[in-house]
Structures are given as structure tokens and as C-alpha cells.
């Protein structure tokens, strides 16, 4: 039977809790864990629960740590995670540059110490839900590409996301990897036992790896060639160096490094909708220009999708329905539930 948002939730939860974290911040990580699983985000999703219990375990992260405000103004401020949870942190840095963007019209809130905080749109979309605009820059957690023109892998995937609301409630909302495919996104094939798209890995040689469980062999390709490179540069130097976290050869494989703090480094922004014009105008606009593009000519004469779309019909419906997560990610749970005496999840 589908597993409902809330019976996931509860389950995630309790065995983020079976291992010493506080109530509040296994309820807050396993919301966005099983929200991005119900956006179709499953590189982001439970598949993470696991890697996220045996750094705890390890103590490679801390289960309670002491998160404080550091450099606060009144349209900025970092948050220092105490090396806890990366999805307590990022909400909470997201609740404060939202609460300073009513007040103040922007605001900029980093984090340091931090650790992978998934999906990297659900911070957006939680200013884009209050009517603000929403964008967020991470270095992700491992890496995995060279420079432009190099051979040595000291890049990451680092993401970017950019949510804009609308009249309708349904915002805009961008959210990439600055590689062609995640790491995520190569441990669901890899775990489905499917073979990569010629595209997401090269070897040194410049040619195609498809094997998934042999993409650490090789390396992950930019979208846009040199400028998704440079863009994952850029984004590096906003999240990462600009907080005084990890970037390049400092960032920690979270993945084979289980007790290693990765203090990693997140960046979110958000501001007022109606900087410039009454808000009302403001989201009529949006909304009718984000209309013409979906009805615009396509070649199937269908109706255009556009980013956000399908991750919102996937929760909607998903929300109804219930979810199956893949059955490797549901027996890993269940070792863990095993192990820590909580209840099973087959």
C-alpha cells in the first residue's frame, strides 16, 4: 500500500529520533525529506535518511547542536549549524531571511557548519508561499567535476534554486544542479539498476560512462560546458567562501567520510514581490506571462511545461495517492528500523 505524507513523516522522524535527534528537528528534516520525495525529488528524498543516521551515528553530524545567529543586520545575518542537520538549519536560515525581507524588503541569511540540506527548491518555496521571492545557492556535499579544461574533480553539483510567486499560488520555481545529472539522481538509477544517459559522466578519456556504479570513476559533466562550470564556480564563491565554508579541495565526500564535520556553506535570498509595484499587479503580471509560455506554440501542440510544473502536479497528486518509495530505499530503512528498534516500514 502507498505510504500518505503524514505516516512517512512519522516514520523518518522516529528514526532520526531513535538516534538522539531532538523531536522538533527530526519532524522539520523528515518534512523536507518526504516533500521532496512527493515533488519527485527522490534523489533528495528518503534515499538520504540513511547516509544522514550513520553520520549521526558516527558523529560526523551532531543530533543536538547548538545553532546561533551570527553577523546579523537588519537585511542579512549567518547562521552557524553547529555542524547539525542541514534541513533544521537551511529552514531556519530561511524563516529568518523571510521574517527580515517583510521588514526590510531583502534580506541575505547564510549558514556555515551546515550539512546537506536536499532538495535544494523547498527553501525557495517557502518565501515563494508567503508571497516573497525565493533563491538559493549550496555547495553541495561532494565532488565530482574539474574545471573548465581540467582533470582534477574539485567541483561539486552546487545547486541553484529560484522560486517567484504567483496570483494562482502555484510560483515558478527553478531548481538545478549545475552538473547535467546529481549525485542523487545517480544513486536512484544506480539503486533501480538502469544505466546512466550518454551525457551525465565522462571518463578521463572524454568518453561515456552509463554504469552507474561506475560514475565515481569518471566525471560529471557541466550543463552548458564551460558556463555551467563557471557557474558552479560562482556559486562556490557566494554559498561556500563567502561564509567561510567549504569550497573545492575542502569540501568533504559526506558520502565515504562519516565523521569529518563538511561545514557546508548555504546562501538564501529573498525578497518582497512588490519591490517596484503594488503586489496585486505584480502577480497578475507574473501569472499571465508564466500563461502565455505554457500556451505558447509547441511541437506536440500540447501545452509547455515549465520549471515547477511538474513537481507541483507530482505533490498535488501524490498528496491524494500516497507514495511507493523504491523498494532498496524502503529495505534500507528497514535495517535502520531494525537496528534501532522502530517500527518497520515493510
Do not use: C
Amino acid at each position: 500500500m502507498p505510504f500518505s505524507f503524514d505516516e512517512l513523516t512519522g516514520r523518518a522522524a522516529g528514526l532520526l529520533s531513535a538516534v538522539g535527534v531532538p523531536a522538533d528537528d527530526a519532524r522539520t528534516t523528515a518534512l523536507r525529506l518526504v516533500e521532496a520525495d512527493f515533488r519527485g525529488r527522490t534523489g533528495h528524498g528518503l534515499i538520504r535518511l540513511p547516509s544522514y543516521l550513520e553520520r549521526l551515528v558516527a558523529g560526523g553530524m551532531k543530533a543536538v547542536p547548538a545553532m546561533r545567529t551570527l553577523h546579523e543586520t537588519p537585511v542579512s545575518a549567518q547562521v552557524d549549524a553547529d555542524n547539525g542537520l542541514g534541513q533544521v538549519a537551511m529552514t531556519r536560515a530561511t524563516e529568518l531571511a523571510v521574517a527580515k525581507a517583510r521588514e526590510s524588503g531583502v534580506a541575505v541569511v547564510g549558514t556555515v557548519r551546515s550539512n546537506h540540506a536536499g532538495a535544494a527548491g523547498l527553501y525557495p518555496a517557502m518565501a515563494a508561499e508567503q508571497g516573497l521571492v525565493g533563491v538559493y545557492f549550496a555547495v553541495a556535499n561532494a565532488n565530482g567535476m574539474p574545471p573548465w579544461g581540467g582533470v582534477e574533480p574539485i567541483l561539486g553539483t552546487n545547486p541553484v534554486a529560484v522560486a517567484i510567486p504567483t496570483a494562482d499560488g502555484a510560483p515558478f520555481l527553478l531548481d538545478i544542479a549545475t552538473t547535467t545529472a546529481s549525485h542523487g539522481t545517480i544513486k536512484v538509477a544506480r539503486q533501480a539498476g538502469e544505466q546512466m544517459p550518454v551525457g551525465w559522466v565522462v571518463g578521463a578519456d572524454g568518453e561515456p560512462i552509463t554504469d552507474p556504479s561506475r560514475a565515481d570513476e569518471g566525471f560529471l559533466v557541466p550543463i552548458g560546458g564551460y558556463k555551467g562550470a563557471g557557474l558552479t564556480i560562482a556559486i562556490g564563491l557566494l554559498a561556500g567562501v563567502l561564509n567561510g565554508a567549504a569550497f573545492g579541495r575542502s569540501v568533504v565526500d559526506h558520502r565515504v567520510d562519516l565523521t569529518t564535520p563538511t561545514n557546508t556553506g548555504q546562501l538564501v535570498i529573498a525578497f518582497r514581490a512588490d519591490l517596484f509595484r503594488p503586489l496585486e499587479v505584480v502577480l497578475a503580471d507574473l501569472t499571465q506571462h508564466l500563461a502565455e509560455l505554457r500556451s505558447s506554440t509547441s511541437r506536440d501542440g500540447g501545452p509547455l511545461r515549465l520549471p515547477g510544473d511538474e513537481a507541483a502536479r507530482r505533490l498535488a497528486q501524490n498528496l491524494r495517492t500516497g507514495v511507493d518509495p523504491a523498494p532498496a530505499v524502503l529495505a534500507g530503512l528497514d535495517g535502520w528500523a531494525e537496528r534501532l528498534g522502530t517500527q518497520r516500514w515493510t
